[in-house]
């Protein structure tokens, strides 16, 4: 049974930091591309970051510079440093995993609720 598990999610103000965590099990973690999405209330789930190749990555326009996607593949996980959050980074965040080169939704993750608040 493939899980893919977040945490790090929160309330935080304006300017802060956070930390998404995502961990799988149930797949080989290598032979999976891995990213991060969000869905912000009544909006579409976007792209905010993922590895299109074991190192290259790619990034939403609205988050390069502050966000910063990382993986550890001995810890089958997969990570999202989140600095400099703004009230429009607010929206529930999920991981993903797919097949390197698979046009298939691949696996999601439940979510994890980050807010942007003061």
């Known amino acids: 049974q493939v899980q893919l598990v977040e945490s790090g999610g929160g309330l935080v103000q304006p300017g802060g930091s956070l930390r998404l965590s995502c961990t799988a099990s149930?797949?080989?973690?290598?032979?999976?591309?891995t990213g991060w999405y969000r869905q912000a209330p009544g909006k579409q789930r976007e792209l905010v970051a993922t590895?299109?190749?074991?190192?290259?990555?790619n990034y939403a326009d609205a988050v390069k510079g502050r966000f910063t996607i990382s993986r550890d593949n001995a810890k089958k996980t997969v990570y999202l440093q989140m600095n400099s959050l703004k009230p429009e980074d607010t929206g529930v965040y999920y991981c993903n995993a797919v097949t390197w080169g698979s046009t298939d939704e691949g696996y999601w993750g439940q979510g994890t609720q980050v807010t942007v608040s003061s």
């Open positions: 149930g797949i080989i973690f290598t032979f999976y591309a």
């Open positions: 590895f299109t190749s074991g190192v290259r990555t």
